[in-house]
DNA sequence: CTCATTGTACGAGAGCCGTCGTATTTCGGG
DNA sequence: CCCGAAATACGACGGCTCTCGTACAATGAG
């Protein structure tokens, strides 16, 4: 619990953002979150790394007020953390927190959209 | 009718129920089905025995029609299989599908579940 | 200070979702 | 054959969600 970091600290500056205590996290509304493309796609892309991302990283079919309001749903079900730094927004999978609560949750479905990722790639580009 | 091939038999009767196959089955669609308290309940029913149970003998919270509802999704998203017996119509799981597909998924869902249930029950009974 | 970058707020619209009640279908039993 | 039980079909309604565009706020660089 030491702060480590010194230009963004999460509950010092004005911009800090509510993030659900443990004990709030619904297995519903994480698996709610889950169920979006949109948000399956950055979930992956963030667990591709152990940095946290800022959204421009991010390449999404959809417009940047879109792309806040998903990042708002995954950081209000507890799957992701988010701090400011800067100009930038980061994010990072709440892996620890997940594990503690749903243990093998997070890497289960995971590793089922990478599963049905390479099942959709192989099937799809050679139909004859 | 439905567009693709389904897992059910040709010659099942009149009253013959669609099914996805297991190439059909998606995992946004399983989340999405397991991410509502209703049906994430139907689903934990199901799982406490190996039997195929009728819809009837589910206590929930909702009205009959949406009972139906509830049935179908889960039925569309292949989690659970459906057949008609008599005027009843049992459903059971598709665990060894959903585990060929997605190994551990529901198993682990389940497991968060079960571990939700706990967590709220041990918290709620005793407010003040 | 000025400006470009980054993300938010707000309002809006289209569509889906969960819910219900009522009428209808299907089947087994008397 | 007629009736009751089980479930579906259908229409409807309210609410949430996903989407967008535009205007706005916060920050770091020059």
Redesign the interface.
Known sequence: MTPASATTDPAAGPRALAHPAL?EI???GV??A????VR?RIVRQLADTTDHLACSTFDLPVSKSTTTHHFRVLRESGVIHQTYRGTAKVSGLRTEDLDA?????LA??L???D??AE?LAA?LPTPG
Chains 1, 2 share one sequence.
């Open positions: 004990a619904r297995i519903e698996l709610h889950l169920a979006d493309p399956l609560l749903f243990p093998g949750l289960t479905v590793a089922a959209s599963r049905q099942r099937g």
